[in-house]
């Protein structure tokens, strides 16, 4: 399945702003994304996903504590033997 990996990055003293690791040009800013995850027969879906955004190609990343909330609904629908789930993140 196309899109992008899944990134964790632990923010470090509440940093606002970070360089890009993918294009090395942009720098991050809060913003919401879309994330979409896939094992084996499940694919979810999650709109609204808080992440820092690059503003120059638009990569994403997660904190560690949303990463685990996205993991966590995740696998509840892995569970509960969903084949799509479409969710909308709410801390």
Not at 12 to 39: F, S, Y
Not at 53 to 61: H, I, R, S
């Amino acid at each position: 399945m196309g899109g992008r990996p899944l990134h964790i990055v632990v923010a470090v003293d509440d940093q606002v702003a970070m360089k890009c690791v993918l294009c090395r040009h942009g720098e991050t800013k809060p913003g919401d994304v879309t994330v979409t995850l896939q094992r084996c027969e499940t694919t979810v879906i999650l709109k609204g996903v808080p992440a820092d955004v690059c503003e120059n190609c638009g990569e994403y990343y997660l904190s560690e504590a949303v990463t685990g909330q996205v993991l966590q609904r995740a696998e509840e629908a892995v569970r509960s033997g969903a084949e799509i789930e479409i969710l909308r993140f709410a801390a």
